[in-house]
């Protein structure tokens, strides 16, 4: 089944200590991309990858970091967590990154005490 | 102002009405319009594409209004399981940003 996997779906952490989200996808696309969603705001890029070890900033970068070393997987890092990074992320991949043809993870939602 | 804006709602309609979403952009360069449904708390999903003449895909009509800078969502006959938030997806040429409004939230009562 073709799919995108987040993995964890729910997570707790405190301030400070080093995390990371995982991302999947297998339809072999070459765009993937990480948002936020919070309440008011909508969903927020935070960073994408147009290919293997090619990644960009979106709109929301700080704090954050990310890898494309494999075609397949986009995990997100968050080094530092701080609470206002308390939020739903979703991973999503694209064969041409295109809005019409983007297919998203399941979420995770990500709180920092 | 916003590069994507949409009436938050809710929008409380009874099953079996017409109800029309409006979405307004900024950029006049934007290329690429799309709507997206999401359920809550859980992840979007393509609706349907707006193209400049229009198009229809069953109970669904979006529309792309390039003067006034808008897309619309229509969807007749409400069913209960169109309750969701409706994402407007904005692309400006030239550039990989997808910019997504805030949503607008439908609540279809029987």
């Known amino acids: 089944e073709a799919q995108v996997t987040q993995n964890p779906r729910y997570l707790i952490t405190v301030t400070g200590k080093k995390l990371t989200v995982t991302c999947s996808q297998n339809m072999n696309h070459e765009y993937m991309s990480w948002y936020r969603q919070d309440p008011g705001l909508g969903l927020r890029q935070i960073y994408y990858?147009?290919?293997?070890?090619?990644?960009d900033k979106g709109d929301v970068p700080e704090g954050y970091k990310v890898s494309r070393k494999e075609k397949r997987n986009f995990p997100l890092i968050l080094e530092s967590p701080s609470p206002n990074q308390t939020s739903l992320y979703f991973c999503?991949?694209?064969?041409?990154?295109?809005?019409?043809?983007?297919?998203f993870g399941s979420g995770t939602q990500l709180s920092v005490l | 102002r916003k590069e994507v804006e949409q009436d938050p709602g809710p929008f409380n309609v009874p099953e079996g009405a017409t109800v029309a979403f409006n979405c307004t952009y900024s950029n006049s360069a934007s290329q690429s319009f799309f709507w997206y449904r999401q359920d809550c708390r859980k992840e979007p999903k393509l609706l349907m594409s707006?193209?400049?003449s229009g198009n229809e895909d069953g109970r669904f009509t979006a529309q792309l209004n390039r003067a006034s800078q808008y897309i619309s969502l229509l969807i007749r006959d409400s069913k209960l399981s169109d309750s969701a938030t409706y994402l407007c997806v904005v692309n400006v040429v030239g550039t990989d940003k997808l910019i997504f409004g805030t949503g607008t939230r439908l609540q279809v009562f029987p």
């Open positions: 707006v193209y400049s």
């Open positions: 999503a991949s694209s064969l041409l990154g295109r809005a019409e043809k983007l297919f």
């Open positions: 990858s147009m290919n293997v070890e090619v990644t």
